[in-house]
Nanobody, 124 residues
Framework: QVQLVESGGGLVQAGASLRLSCAASRHTFSFYVMGWFRQPPGKEREAVGVINESGTGTNYADSVKGRFTISRDNAKNTVYLEMNSLKPEDTAVYYC?????????????????WGQGTQVTVSS
């Protein structure tokens, strides 16, 4: 069992930056592919960025490429999402998730553990 706790969300204006953090409970954090997902109001959950176990491989949704960066610190059992040039359409609840798949998966069903989510609201 892995417990994930997100932090760093908030209300910002368009063009601002935020950094989300997700702390994992287990020392085996480095065995998991990690992903950040978001769910806008009334819409389905979508992958924003995923990172492999060592942090050497990443994948991003087209809508955030060049603006968002996912990274991880295995010594701190933490994954981050740096979000720059935020837009109102980035407004959503953001979740981090852990997968035992061993590959850079972007489907929510392939993730085994989820955090409780953190709200990000971007005003125009």
């Amino acid at each position: 069992q892995v417990q994930l706790v997100e932090s760093g969300g908030g209300l910002v204006q368009a063009g601002a930056s935020l950094r989300l953090s997700c702390a994992a409970s287990r020392h085996t954090f480095s065995f998991y592919v990690m992903g950040w997902f978001r769910q806008p109001p009334g819409k389905e959950r979508e992958a924003v960025g995923v990172i492999n176990e060592s942090g050497t491989g990443t994948n991003y949704a087209d809508s955030v490429k060049g603006r968002f960066t996912i990274s991880r610190d295995n010594a701190k059992n933490t994954v981050y999402l740096e979000m720059n040039s935020l837009k109102p359409e980035d407004t959503a609840v953001y979740y981090c998730a852990a997968s035992r798949s061993g590959v850079l998966v972007t489907t929510a069903a392939q993730y085994d553990y989820w955090g409780q989510g953190t709200q990000v609201t971007v005003s125009s």
